[in-house]
């Protein structure tokens, strides 16, 4: 975790550098409750929507969001479609390639498994992932049948049709699928498998992720990125600065 508490004056100062845009676009998925979904309205809500609007209010910023599907997310922000990528993405070498990120804004979430009974053979069945995802990528690695989906609701879908044996996601999304619908079983077995989650920003954009980067570190010191972790059960918390 960076140590960084900064003044009031310091980090309008690094707001004020970082904007060569009127307004910043942050993009997201709207698909992946509790970090990002769309409200019986059709507004973007969840852990991300709060933190990304928190951030932009104390950066003195002037943001609107983007729904993008997530298997072209990467894609089109470094077309320029948006500005920055604040979708549950967890912070990789191999997208770090291709695109910028800040501090992690929350740590690495455990994945975990849903299927339709808890004895489900996961090396010798079909286990669903989200495309383009980490958990797409384990599984591939395992050796084990992988079928992937663009949507994660296809992925629940895929199970409880038997088009797959298991889902392997987020156990911040999982959860709560498990607990409301009683044909599903979140299995014991957890992975620890992605770094923390982080904004994406394209590789070019430095002051403005200097300026997204001081933010969420001033709001790891004074608790309030805690408080909203906790507000929507999306991970661990951070420890003391």
């Known amino acids: 975790m960076n140590k960084l508490i900064l003044t009031a004056a310091s980090l309008a100062l690094v707001a004020s550098t970082a904007m060569a845009q009127d307004v910043v676009r942050m993009g997201t998925e709207g698909a992946y409750p509790p970090w990002n979904y769309l409200d019986d309205d059709g507004n973007i809500a969840g852990f991300e929507r709060d933190l990304g609007d928190e951030l932009c209010a104390r950066a003195e910023l002037t943001c609107e969001w983007?729904?993008?599907?997530?298997?072209s997310i990467i894609p089109n922000l470094v077309s320029g479609?948006?500005?920055?990528?604040?979708?549950?993405m967890s912070i990789t070498p191999e997208r770090a390639e291709v695109?910028?990120?800040?501090?992690?804004?929350?740590?690495?979430?455990p994945s975990a498994y849903i299927a339709l009974?808890?004895?489900?053979?996961?090396?010798?069945?079909?286990?669903?992932?989200?495309?383009?995802?980490?958990?797409?990528?384990?599984?591939?690695?395992?050796?084990?049948t992988?079928?992937?989906?663009?949507?994660?609701?296809?992925?629940?879908?895929?199970?409880?049709?038997?088009?797959?044996?298991?889902?392997?996601?987020?156990?911040s999304y999982l959860e709560p699928i498990a607990a409301e619908d009683d044909g599903l079983v979140l299995l014991a077995r957890e992975e620890q498998i992605g770094g923390g989650v982080g904004m994406g920003l394209r590789q070019s954009d430095d002051e403005l992720r200097e300026t997204f980067d001081a933010v969420i570190g001033e709001m790891k010191c004074d608790g309030s990125l805690n408080a909203l972790i906790e507000k929507w059960d999306v991970a661990s918390t951070f420890g003391d600065c």
């Open 66 to 71: 983007v729904v993008n599907d997530w298997d």
């Open 81 to 88: 479609n948006y500005d920055t990528i604040i979708a549950g």
């Open 99 to 109: 695109i910028a990120f800040t501090q992690e804004y929350t740590p690495p979430d």
């Open 117 to 144: 009974t808890d004895d489900v053979d996961l090396a010798g069945g079909v286990v669903a992932a989200q495309t383009g995802t980490i958990q797409a990528a384990f599984v591939a690695d395992q050796g084990w």
């Open 146 to 171: 992988l079928v992937e989906f663009a949507t994660p609701e296809e992925t629940i879908s895929a199970v409880r049709s038997g088009e797959a044996d298991a889902v392997l996601a987020d156990k």
